[in-house]
């Protein structure tokens, strides 16, 4: 029983350690280079100047730094590999959920929704953004969704360490 017990964690934590050499690390600060349009509107703060990413086998923080009217907004968001959601309120109280997916190897795309203030179901922006990696760096595409407007832009932005 005792043996059974000890190679039954051993597979759990080999499965475990596994899994997450699958994934690529993106662990490092990741500094904007340029950026270019897919689908709409570009916007020069579309894509976050910089970011801080921390990949350990049981989650990723992710630091972002975007340009704001009052200078550098910089978020923090702690994403479990176990599926759960990040909630959080944004600086004007509105409800924010971020997920966190592991596309395979390549990359990981994380959603961003944003919901009424007056409504706390109602979305009102989601932004995608799927992150890979090419031999120069991190790729970051976003997809931008104002379902008050019904604006839709989409961007590839491109970072170095």
């Avoid at 990949?55 to 975007?66: C, D, F, V, W, Y």
């Amino acid at each position: 029983m005792k043996h059974s017990k000890i190679i039954l964690s051993a597979v759990c934590f080999f499965m475990c350690a596994f899994s997450f050499a699958q994934n690529k690390d993106f662990s490092g600060t990741w500094n904007f280079t340029e950026q270019e349009s897919i689908s709409g509107k570009l916007y020069s703060n579309g894509s976050p100047k910089s970011f801080k990413i921390t990949q350990s086998p049981a989650q990723t923080i992710i630091e972002q730094t975007t340009a704001g009217a009052n200078g550098d907004v910089t978020t923090s968001t702690t994403l479990p590999f176990d599926g759960k959601a990040f909630e959080s309120k944004t600086g004007t109280g509105r409800r924010r959920v971020v997920t966190l997916t592991w596309n395979g190897t390549a990359g990981y795309t994380t959603v961003t929704s944003i919901y009424d203030s007056a409504d706390p179901n109602k979305l009102v922006f989601k932004t995608t953004d799927i992150y890979t990696m090419d031999d120069k760096g991190l790729v970051l595409q976003r997809k931008a969704e104002n379902f008050g407007n019904g604006e839709v832009w989409e961007s590839k932005a491109y970072y170095e360490k």
